[in-house]
């Protein structure tokens, strides 16, 4: 039998969204590990993050940027209120919005967090330069907006 040709033209380090699939789950798996230390995991994270740069924020818009259902972020809210990360405004009253705030021990666990985070991303843990780093976030915010506006 003779060399047989490749059955697509690209090897699979050559497709971008590939190398993202894999570079997500090695840096995932990271996250993970550092987010157990917090008793959080990734996803509440990403929760307390958000309600912190947005104070007050309703669930649908929180759902929206964490990406993830509404459904799963009330479980998620709901997870962390049991935690007295975050509160609540209930004042609203049916079919307002429910805003949701940290709560001091939430603003406190979130700056813990985010130390470690940093250290993550430090440029040099990820095999990187800080320019290079700087480029690559970049260009991730850009192929993250752009799925958005394709959804």
Avoid: C, Y
């Avoid at 699979?12 to 996250?31: E, K, N, P």
């Avoid at 609540?88 to 470690?116: C, H, N, S, Y």
């Amino acid at each position: 039998m003779g060399a047989r040709e490749p059955e697509t033209p690209l090897s699979a380090d050559d497709a971008v969204g590939w190398t993202v699939v894999r570079t997500a789950h090695v840096l995932s798996r990271r996250f993970e590990e550092v987010m157990r230390a917090f008793a959080l995991t990734p996803a509440q994270f990403g929760v307390l993050a958000t309600i912190a740069e947005d104070p007050g924020i309703g669930s649908g818009q929180l759902a929206r940027k964490v990406l993830v259902t509404p459904q799963s972020v009330g479980e998620l809210v709901a997870s962390l209120e049991v935690t007295g990360h975050v509160v609540r405004d209930r004042a609203g009253g049916r079919g307002r919005r429910a805003g949701i705030e940290l709560t001091p021990q939430g603003r406190t666990v979130l700056t813990e967090a985010f130390t470690a985070v940093a250290a993550l991303n430090e440029p040099a843990v990820l095999g990187l330069e800080p320019h290079e780093a700087a480029t690559l976030n970049a260009l991730l915010h850009r192929v993250l907006q752009a799925s958005r506006l394709n959804d």
